[in-house]
T-cell receptor, first 116, second 111 residues
Framework: NAGVMQNPRHLVRRRGQEARLRCSPM?????VYWYRQLPEEGLKFMVY????????ESGMPKERFSAEFPKEGPSILRIQQVVRGDSAAYFC??????????????FGAGTRLSVL | GQQLNQSPQSMFIQEGEDVSMNCTSS?????WLWYKQDPGEGPVLLIA?????ELTSNGRLTAQFGITRKDSFLNISASIPSDVGIYFC???????????FGTGTSLTVIP
């Protein structure tokens, strides 16, 4: 997990509020991935971004969820009008540009979202 | 998306026993990664594989990139209690940057 920083580690929101999850990739990594994990389940791909571009958002719910990775600053996963079913662990991972280093992906420690 | 079948889904073994798990895909991958996840933590990378037939070790862990490039195997020798956790495989196609994950193998080691 070294290098990929996620914050906050824990986030509590009431139904209807917005949740913002942040991820800073490892130094030199320009690709960011977001995954959701429910208790006792595997990692579900949500979205894959490069700087200022969404490459693949096929795993992202069509409504209320959005992601960005601006030129400066961390990647943000935003969940609007949260519902109880959004409660999960959200993991961010980063990888270097293909061809510039070994194909590899490192994870952050995750943000655990609880919706009351 | 790509489907990775990981088996077994769960294992209960005695301390000291060896463990084997595998991951299969319907597509050809050119990278395989193996991760371990402890409760409440993010997945930690254990081993990365880049060539068909490649065999790589990390302490008591050994992983192999299948010859067909559609599967990979992870072995743990002489298991200890701290091996408990969920093990995930991940594969990457020849093009694109996305990694596809298996469903995980939950390992319980009985002292």
């Amino acid at each position: 997990n070294a290098g990929v920083m996620q914050n906050p580690r824990h986030l509590v929101r009431r139904r209807g509020q917005e949740a913002r999850l942040r991820c800073s990739p490892m130094k030199g990594h320009s690709h960011v991935y977001w995954y959701r994990q429910l208790p006792e389940e595997g990692l579900k791909f949500m979205v894959y971004l490069q700087k200022e571009n969404i490459i693949d958002e096929s795993g992202m719910p069509k409504e209320r969820f959005s992601a960005e990775f601006p030129k400066e600053g961390p990647s943000i996963l935003r969940i609007q009008q949260v519902v109880r079913g959004d409660s999960a662990a959200y993991f961010c991972a980063s990888s270097p540009p293909r061809g510039q280093a070994k194909n590899i992906q490192y994870f952050g420690a995750g943000t655990r979202l609880s919706v009351l | 998306g790509q489907q990775l079948n990981q088996s077994p889904q769960s294992m209960f073994i005695q301390e000291g026993e060896d463990v084997s798990m595998n991951c299969t895909s319907s597509s050809i991958f050119n990278t395989w990664l193996w991760y371990k996840q402890d409760p409440g933590e993010g997945p930690v990378l254990l081993i990365a594989l880049y060539k068909a037939g490649e065999l790589t070790s990390n302490g008591r862990l050994t992983a192999q990139f299948g010859i067909t490039r559609k599967d990979s195997f992870l072995n743990i020798s002489a298991s200890i209690p701290s091996d408990v956790g969920i093990y995930f495989c991940a594969g990457q196609l020849a093009t694109g940057n996305q990694f596809y994950f298996g469903t995980g193998t939950s390992l319980t080691v009985i002292p």
